[in-house]
């Protein structure tokens, strides 16, 4: 068996490498992962922190995932949709703060007016955010659910360029626990393939925690994220909702979840190296430097909320979603405090694009 050392140095790890790196027990050697996951980011993508300023602009979803606050069938909660001004207003907000890049993300709906809205915000974004700064624009990601593969193509072709569609586990029996019948594992996969074809940056990502997953799943998450040449990472811990329809009888605790969801950052760095992953507000949520635990991971993407804060709070959908009452200016300065805390910089006006991606593109030429 390798040393723990001669493991971290590896190039290429198996599903046992994996299972081992996010099964360590002591302190010692989970020090020596955090560590190796920083350098890694360090030597792969530099110093610099990348900001998706996310608007969380509608809770209107016609799904009902298990686990999600904001599914169709929980009632206790005031519906909403932020006007096209709105969102220009919290683009352009994040522009003058020098935010390099946005996130559109919502419930799922796929009629033709929501289709429109969106194609139409990402068009005016992109107008009116281009400056000698950000010749562009702003960079947008969306994460909008399942769509047709037309439907990606539209929202690609007004400007958007990167998307975020979580696969949740790529355990399909555990995919099935989380969702009704009506969503397949299958179609989600289908997604994340017209994602690809259609020219994005692809983002995926999994819950950790999940009632009944195991290490192997994860090791297995890892390895789907490494064999399908995924761009982005976003990932967080599961946690539960008063309203979700999840036995948590044998949940983890927040004591065993931390740690793992930390070291789920740190190994997908090691074994994806040059994607961009995101220090999610799921960490947050469970510890106030949760942000800052998943940088010194190996993270290189925070998601400053930009949501306006009248409706922050009906845009739960977990329990203790942090800073539901804190404005966007608030969430600016306290990041950058945060970000420097711990030796990164913050890369301002810049799109930070997925070095993966670049790579891979010039691997097709
Ligand atoms: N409707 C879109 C975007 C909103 S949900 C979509 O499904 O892609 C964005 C992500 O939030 C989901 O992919 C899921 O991984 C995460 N999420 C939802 N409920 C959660 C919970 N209870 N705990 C942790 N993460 C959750």
């Known amino acids: 068996m390798h040393t723990l050392e001669n493991l971290l140095r590896k190039?290429?790890?198996?599903?046992?490498?994996?299972?081992?790196?996010?099964?360590?027990?002591?302190?010692?050697?989970?020090?020596?992962?955090?560590?190796?996951?920083?350098?890694?980011?360090?030597?792969?993508?530099?110093?610099?922190?990348?900001?998706?300023?996310?608007?969380?602009?509608?809770?209107?979803?016609?799904?009902?995932?298990?686990?999600?606050?904001?599914?169709?069938?929980?009632?206790?909660?005031?519906?909403?949709?932020?006007?096209?001004?709105?969102?220009?207003?919290?683009?352009?907000?994040?522009?003058?703060?020098?935010?390099?890049?946005?996130?559109?993300?919502?419930?799922?709906?796929?009629?033709?007016?929501?289709?429109?809205?969106?194609?139409?915000?990402?068009?005016?974004?992109k107008n009116a955010t281009k400056s000698n700064l950000l010749p562009d624009g702003l960079g947008i990601t969306l994460s909008v659910g399942e769509q047709s593969r037309e439907t990606?193509?539209?929202?690609?072709?007004?400007?958007?360029?990167?998307?975020?569609?979580?696969?949740?586990?790529?355990?399909?029996?555990?995919?099935?626990?989380?969702?009704?019948?009506?969503?397949?594992?299958?179609?989600?996969?289908?997604?994340?393939?017209?994602?690809?074809?259609?020219?994005?940056?692809?983002?995926?990502?999994?819950?950790?925690?999940?009632?009944?997953?195991?290490?192997?799943?994860?090791?297995?998450?890892?390895?789907?994220?490494?064999?399908?040449?995924?761009?982005?990472?976003?990932?967080?811990?599961?946690?539960?909702h008063p309203e979700a329809i999840i036995d948590t009888t044998n949940a983890m605790s927040d004591k065993e979840l931390l740690p793992l969801a930390l070291s789920m950052i740190a190994v997908c760095r090691l074994v994806l190296k040059d994607v961009n992953i995101a220090a999610t507000t799921a960490l947050q949520a469970m510890v106030p430097d949760g942000r800052e635990q998943g940088i010194l991971h190996g993270a290189n993407v925070v998601m400053p909320n930009l949501t306006p804060t009248d409706v922050r709070g009906s845009y739960q959908l977990y329990d203790g979603k942090p800073c539901i009452n804190e404005g966007r200016e608030e969430c600016r300065t306290c990041l950058e405090h945060r970000i420097e805390s711990v030796g990164r910089t913050i890369g301002w006006n810049l799109w930070g694009d997925s070095p993966h991606f670049a790579h891979r593109m010039n691997q097709r030429k």
């Open 152 to 240: 990606y193509q539209r929202f690609y072709n007004a400007g958007a360029h990167r998307y975020l569609l979580r696969i949740e586990t790529t355990n399909p029996n555990l995919f099935s626990s989380l969702h009704p019948d009506e969503q397949s594992y299958t179609d989600r996969l289908k997604c994340l393939t017209f994602l690809r074809e259609v020219g994005y940056q692809v983002g995926t990502g999994v819950m950790i925690g999940i009632p009944g997953q195991t290490v192997e799943d994860l090791a297995d998450d890892i390895l789907f994220f490494h064999d399908h040449d995924i761009d982005m990472i976003g990932m967080g811990p599961y946690l539960p």
């Open 11 to 125: 190039n290429s790890f198996s599903k046992n490498d994996i299972v081992r790196l996010l099964t360590l027990d002591s302190d010692t050697e989970r020090a020596l992962l955090q560590k190796a996951a920083y350098a890694a980011a360090t030597d792969y993508l530099g110093t610099n922190i990348y900001y998706r300023g996310i608007i969380e602009f509608s809770n209107i979803c016609t799904l009902n995932c298990y686990y999600c606050g904001i599914r169709r069938e929980n009632s206790n909660l005031k519906r909403y949709c932020l006007s096209n001004d709105k969102i220009i207003n919290c683009t352009s907000w994040a522009t003058g703060c020098g935010y390099g890049s946005c996130v559109l993300q919502s419930g799922e709906r796929r009629d033709k007016h929501f289709i429109s809205f969106v194609e139409k915000c990402i068009t005016d974004i």
